[in-house]
């Protein structure tokens, strides 16, 4: 088994979940076809893809460059029913910072908030940003 195979295979096997914050960029969307389609076979693909932003934006730059992100899951963060949980995690982990709720929800709407407040509530395993 090659090294690249054998590391798939071990990706698999972990289920990880992936929260990708620029769900809209291009690259980020190939990024996710590739990551729910590169599996071993019988495996469904690397991780399990959470997509951040606004679901018909997403979809519709998915079909302009033919990727199949079905598989994907896709929340936005505007109106995600993550919000409240994800609310009351970026005032627990900013209470010493003084944060108000009004604060924590203007956070919470930004996708590179809403991913990292996913990864540190344990809502995702891990979250990659950066794209733009």
Excluded: W
């Amino acid at each position: 088994m090659s090294f690249l195979s054998s590391l798939r295979e071990r990706a698999s096997a972990v289920n990880a979940h992936i929260v990708l914050a620029e769900g809209a960029e291009p690259r980020v969307i190939a990024a996710a076809q590739t990551i729910l389609s590169t599996g071993p076979a019988g495996l469904a693909g690397l991780a399990r893809v959470t997509l951040l932003g606004d679901a018909d934006t997403i979809i519709r730059v998915a079909r302009a460059q033919k990727c199949d992100i079905t598989r994907a899951k896709i929340e936005d963060p505007t109106s995600s029913p993550l919000r409240e949980k994800l609310v009351d995690e970026a005032l627990r982990a900013r209470a010493k910072k003084g944060i108000t709720r009004a604060d924590a929800l203007a956070l919470v709407s930004n996708p590179l908030y809403f991913g990292a407040d996913m990864v540190r509530s344990g809502l995702a395993d891990a979250g990659v940003a950066g794209a733009v």
